[in-house]
C-alpha cells in the first residue's frame, strides 16, 4: 500500500496559538525532532504565510528567511514547505523561499477565490517546487462550489488539492461529501487540513481518508489556530491502528511532541470556550487570540465578536474587522 | 465655457464608469470619442446612445484627432506601455488608469499640485487611493515609520485583470505608501470577501510613530481635513473608524461607497478610481484652459 502523507504543521499553523513568536532556534529544535521521527514535509514560517508578519496578523519573532535557513539546516530528510496566500504574500516571497530551501509551497485561497493563485501556481512550477493548493473555509460552499474551484487549481498544475477546514466547522459528513468530489473531479491526489473547534480533527480527518485523502495536515500536540489542529502524534497512532503507513516513528513522534513542543507553548492547547465558538460560527480560526485581545480592550465577550464576524460572513485574513466590530460593540454599549 | 475635449480608451467597466461621471460633472473636461477593439462591445454602444464618437481603431482614431487633448487609459499596462509614448508625441496628456506607472503616482488630495503640469499621470491603485491620504496625514504630523494598509474587495468588483496579477496591486500600492504616503516603510494586503450582498470596500491603515499619544489630537485633526479633501473627488469616502490609538500603532478605517453612475455601489474600489481619474483631469485642464499660452508652451 502506498505511503500516507502526513504534512506536519506545527511550525506554521502552530504559530497562531504562539502569537507568531516561535524563535528560529525554536523552529530549528522541532523540525530536528520532527525530522528524525520520520514526518514526510514540515511546513514552516508565520502563521499566515510567507509575508504575513504584519500588525493585521502580529508580527512574527524573525524573518522568513531566517526560519527557512534555520530549519534548512536540521532537516536530513523531511522535505521543507512554506504557505503563501496570495494577497497577503507575493511571487517575490515565494522565490527567497525556493531559494533558501523551500521544497513545497501550500498556496491558498479563499474556497471561492481560486483565480487568484493562477500566477503563483506558475511560478512556483517554474521554480521547481511542488505546488500544493488550498480552498480555505471550505465550509463556507456547497460541495459543488468547491469542486469547481478545485477544477481550478487542477488546470493550473496543482501537484495535491487540499480542502481546508480553516474554521474548524465541517462536520464528519460533510468533510466526506466534499472529499469524495474533489476526488472524483481533480487529476491528482487531495488532502485534508482540519481544525478542533468542534473536538472532530481527528474524526474529520478520518471520514476524509476513508473519502479517498492521500494527504492530511498534523502538529504536534495538535498545537493551531483556535482550538488547534489534528494532533500529529495521534494521527500516527490512529493510522498504525489502521494498517496506513506513514513512515513516522510513533515513539519519536510522541516524544517530539511533550519534549519538545509542550515545554514552548504559551497556553495548553484545549477546546476551550473560545475555540468552540469559532468551530460553532464558522469564523477562521486565526480571528481566536484577536477577538481575545479586542474583547479585553473594549469590554466584550469574545464569542459575540466571534458570532459577529462569522454573522458578517468574514473570510481568512479579515483580523481588521475585529477591531471595527468589537468598538461598534463598546459604542452601542455606551449609547444604551 | 471652454472645456478641454477627451477620449476613453477601453470601453469596459471602468471606461463605462467614467463615461458616466463626465457626463455628470465635468467642468473643465467633456468627452468627444470613446474608442475600443471589439465590435459590438456594450460599452461602445452605451457610448453611442449618449452621444459620443465611437471607433473600433482602438488607440489610432485618438491619435489621429488632434482635437483631442486628454486620453483615459482604461486597457491593460501592456497597452499604456505601449501607447505612452505615441500620446506624448501627439502632444496628449495621459491620465493612466493602468497599473503600468510610466507617469508619476497621483494621489489628488497629496501631490496633485507637484506634478500638476505633467503629461503622465498614473492613479495607483484602488487603495492606494483609498489609504495613503490617511498615511500622509498622519506623516505631516510626525514621522510614519512603517505603514500597513489592508484593503478588502468585494469579489465580484475584482476582475479578471487584478485577479491575473494580484501582486502588481499589493506591490504598487505599499510602493504608493512610500512614495507618495511618506512613510519610510510600507506594506499592502488585499482581501477579496464574496459575501453576499456584496461588502462595500474597506480599507484599514495602521501607522507606526514615535509617542503617538503626544501626536493624536494634531492627527485627529489633519485626518479630518485630509478626509473631506478626499471627499471633494470621492463623495462615498467614509471614516468608520479612528484615528484611533494602539499600542505604538494608529488605526483609521474608511469605507467607499460607489456612487453607482454605472458600476454598483459595492464597487468603490473602481468608483475611486475613476472618480480620482476625473478629478486629476479636471485639475490639468483648469491648469490649461485658465494659463496663458506662454505657459502652455512650456507644459
Known amino acids: 500500500m502506498k505511503k500516507f502523507r502526513i504534512i506536519d504543521s506545527t511550525l506554521r499553523d502552530g504559530m497562531h496559538a504562539v502569537s507568531h513568536k516561535f524563535t528560529p532556534d525554536d523552529m530549528a529544535a522541532i523540525a530536528a525532532a520532527l525530522d528524525a521521527a520520520g514526518l514526510d514535509t514540515v511546513e ?24 527557512l535557513k534555520a530549519v534548512k539546516s536540521v532537516l536530513t530528510k523531511t522535505k521543507l514547505a512554506v504557505l503563501l496566500l496570495p494577497g497577503i504574500g507575493t511571487h517575490k516571497d515565494l522565490e527567497k523561499a525556493a531559494k533558501f530551501g ?44 468547491v469542486v469547481e474551484q478545485a477544477r481550478l487549481f487542477d488546470g493550473y498544475g496543482a501537484d495535491v488539492i487540499y480542502v481546508t477546514d480553516s474554521a474548524g466547522a465541517l462536520l464528519p459528513h460533510q468533510v466526506k461529501e466534499r472529499i469524495a468530489a474533489v ?53 500516527a497512532a490512529v493510522f498504525d491502528r489502521m494498517g496506513i503507513r506513514t513512515g513516522v516513528d510513533l515513539y519519536k513522534v510522541m516524544d517530539a511532541a511533550e519534549d519538545v513542543v509542550q515545554p514552548r507553548m504559551h497556553r495548553p492547547q484545549v477546546v476551550g ?64 | 465655457m471652454r472645456k478641454l475635449k477627451s477620449a476613453i480608451l477601453g470601453p469596459g467597466n471602468i471606461g463605462m464608469d467614467l463615461m458616466y461621471k463626465i457626463m455628470s460633472r465635468g467642468k473643465n473636461i467633456e468627452l468627444k470619442l470613446v474608442s475600443g477593439i471589439v465590435a459590438g462591445s456594450r460599452g461602445l454602444a452605451l457610448a453611442r446612445e449618449n452621444g459620443f464618437e465611437t471607433s473600433l481603431d482602438g488607440v489610432e482614431s485618438i491619435l489621429a484627432d488632434p482635437e483631442i487633448r486628454l486620453v483615459f487609459e482604461c486597457t491593460s499596462a501592456k497597452a499604456h506601455l505601449a501607447n505612452a509614448p505615441r500620446y506624448r508625441e501627439a502632444d496628449k496628456i495621459a491620465i493612466d488608469l493602468t497599473p503600468a506607472a510610466v507617469g508619476p503616482y497621483v494621489v489628488p488630495a497629496v501631490n496633485l499640485e507637484q506634478h500638476v503640469g505633467g503629461g503622465n499621470f498614473n492613479m495607483v491603485t484602488c487603495g492606494g487611493q483609498a489609504t495613503v491620504p490617511l498615511v500622509a496625514a498622519v506623516n505631516a504630523v510626525t514621522p510614519v515609520e512603517y505603514a500597513e494598509i489592508v484593503a478588502t474587495l468585494a469579489s465580484k468588483s475584482a476582475g479578471p485583470g487584478t485577479r491575473a496579477n494580484i501582486d502588481e496591486f499589493t506591490e504598487t500600492t505599499a510602493d504608493a505608501v512610500v512614495s507618495v504616503g511618506g512613510a519610510k516603510t510600507g506594506k499592502a494586503i488585499i482581501i477579496l470577501n464574496p459575501a453576499e450582498p456584496p461588502l462595500l470596500m474597506r480599507n484599514t491603515v495602521y501607522c507606526k510613530v514615535q509617542n503617538p499619544d503626544g501626536h493624536i489630537a494634531r492627527i485627529n485633526a489633519q485626518v479630518s481635513l485630509m478626509v473631506e479633501k478626499v471627499r471633494q473627488y470621492v463623495p462615498g469616502y467614509r471614516l468608520r473608524l479612528g484615528p484611533e490609538l494602539d499600542g505604538d500603532r494608529v488605526i483609521m478605517m474608511v469605507e467607499v461607497e460607489g456612487e453607482g453612475s454605472y458600476l454598483p455601489k459595492y464597487s468603490g474600489n473602481l468608483d475611486i478610481i475613476t472618480a480620482t481619474a476625473l478629478a486629476t483631469a479636471e485639475e490639468v485642464a483648469a491648469r490649461i484652459l485658465h494659463s496663458c499660452p506662454k505657459n502652455r508652451g512650456e507644459r
Not at chain 1, 477562521?284 to 479586542?294: E, I, K, N
Not at chain 1, 465578536?305 to 454573522?311: A, H, N
Open chain 1, 44 to 67: 514552516i514560517g508565520h502563521g499566515d504565510g510567507l509575508g504575513g508578519s504584519s500588525y493585521q496578523y502580529g508580527f512574527a519573532a524573525a524573518t522568513d528567511v531566517e526560519y
Open chain 1, 102 to 145: 523551500a521544497n513545497t509551497v501550500r498556496i491558498a485561497t479563499h474556497v471561492t477565490e481560486a483565480d487568484i493563485a493562477e500566477q503563483h501556481v506558475q511560478i512556483a512550477k517554474s521554480l521547481g517546487m511542488e505546488a500544493i493548493c488550498f480552498l480555505m473555509m471550505a465550509h463556507m460552499s456547497p460541495t459543488a462550489k
Open chain 1, 183 to 235: 476526488k472524483e473531479a481533480v487529476s491528482v491526489p487531495v488532502g485534508f487540513h482540519a481544525h478542533n473547534n468542534l473536538g472532530l480533527a481527528v474524526g474529520n480527518t478520518l471520514a476524509a481518508v476513508a473519502a479517498g485523502a492521500s494527504s492530511a495536515d498534523g502538529c504536534l500536540c495538535g498545537l493551531g489556530a483556535a482550538a488547534g489542529n489534528a494532533q500529529t502524534e495521534i494521527l
Open chain 1, 273 to 336: 470556550k473560545l475555540g468552540l465558538t469559532t468551530g460553532w460560527a464558522g469564523v477562521y480560526g486565526s480571528f481566536m487570540l484577536h477577538a481575545t485581545r479586542a474583547g479585553n480592550k473594549y469590554g466584550i465577550d469574545p464569542r459575540d465578536i466571534l458570532v459577529e464576524l462569522g454573522r458578517l460572513k468574514t473570510v481568512g485574513g479579515q483580523e481588521d474587522l475585529i477591531i471595527d466590530v468589537a468598538s461598534r460593540f463598546a459604542r452601542e454599549a455606551r449609547t444604551v
